[in-house]
């Protein structure tokens, strides 16, 4: 597609289940990122993937969180053991280069989590 | 760390004015993002910007990276452009993703 895919768009979960978000990025992107915004809250990074380098995991808030990139394309973020502060819209964005080069960031719709 | 702030944190404003949203940052960077969010909605990215000022249409975005700041205008606002602009910026030299300012709720009245 042209443009950043996210899915599902809306998540509702219980509380322990696990749950995957996906991310497609835009083709022939290198740069990979996930954020996430809680309600009432700004924007919070999580993890970035920059071709096959390893990922820069410092954003993640616990080690319920994880995330992988298969092929340097389609990448997949999983929250363990789901809590109720995890609700937020969890948000993908690609560019063609690694920020560190000052290269646009495109962003996805975004999911929007709900555990309950 | 880098520290983004933005002001104002809301603005009302009625149709047709001119709207100035500001961001200051506290680290050197590479690049800054002004995003834009809709309710319920996704993010655009409407500018990204290292120097000088981009035009788009009636949206104006300028930046002095000598004193950290950055401002964003829009031009005979209207009430579409009511949304969430947040300022986002890029450090320079490291491999985080974005550092963001906590958004400036716009809401133009007819």
């Known amino acids: 597609g042209a443009g950043v895919s996210q899915s599902p768009s809306n998540k509702v979960t219980e509380k322990g289940k696990d749950v995957e978000l996906r991310c497609d990025p835009i083709?022939?992107?290198?740069?990979l990122y996930w954020y996430r915004q809680s309600l009432g809250q700004g924007l919070e990074f999580l993890i970035y993937?920059?071709?096959?380098?390893?990922?820069?995991k410092s954003g993640l808030p616990s080690d319920r969180f994880s995330a992988e990139r298969t092929g340097g394309s389609v990448s997949t973020l999983t929250i363990q053991r789901t809590q109720q502060e995890d609700s937020a819209v969890y948000l993908c964005?690609?560019?063609?280069?690694?920020?560190?080069?000052?290269?646009?960031?495109?962003f996805g719709q975004g999911t929007r989590l709900t555990v309950v | 760390k880098n520290e983004v702030e933005q002001s104002p944190q809301n603005l009302t404003a009625q149709e047709g004015e001119f709207i100035t949203i500001n961001c200051s940052y506290s680290?050197?960077?590479?690049?800054l993002h002004w995003l834009q969010q809709h309710p319920g909605g996704g993010i655009v990215s409407l500018f990204m910007?290292?120097?000088g000022k981009k035009k788009h249409g009636r949206l104006i975005a300028t930046i002095n990276i000598q004193e950290k700041h950055s401002s964003l205008h829009i031009t005979a606002s209207h009430p579409r452009d009511s949304a969430v602009y947040i300022c986002?910026?890029?450090?320079?030299?490291?491999?985080?993703?974005?550092?963001f300012g906590k958004g400036t709720h716009l809401i133009i009245q007819p």
């Open positions: 910007l290292s120097s």
């Open positions: 680290v050197g960077i590479s690049a």
């Open positions: 986002a910026v890029i450090p320079g030299g490291g491999a985080d993703g974005l550092t």
């Open positions: 993937f920059q071709g096959n380098s390893a990922p820069d």
């Open positions: 964005a690609s560019s063609l280069l690694g920020d560190s080069r000052g290269t646009e960031a495109f």
């Open positions: 083709s022939g992107h290198t740069a």
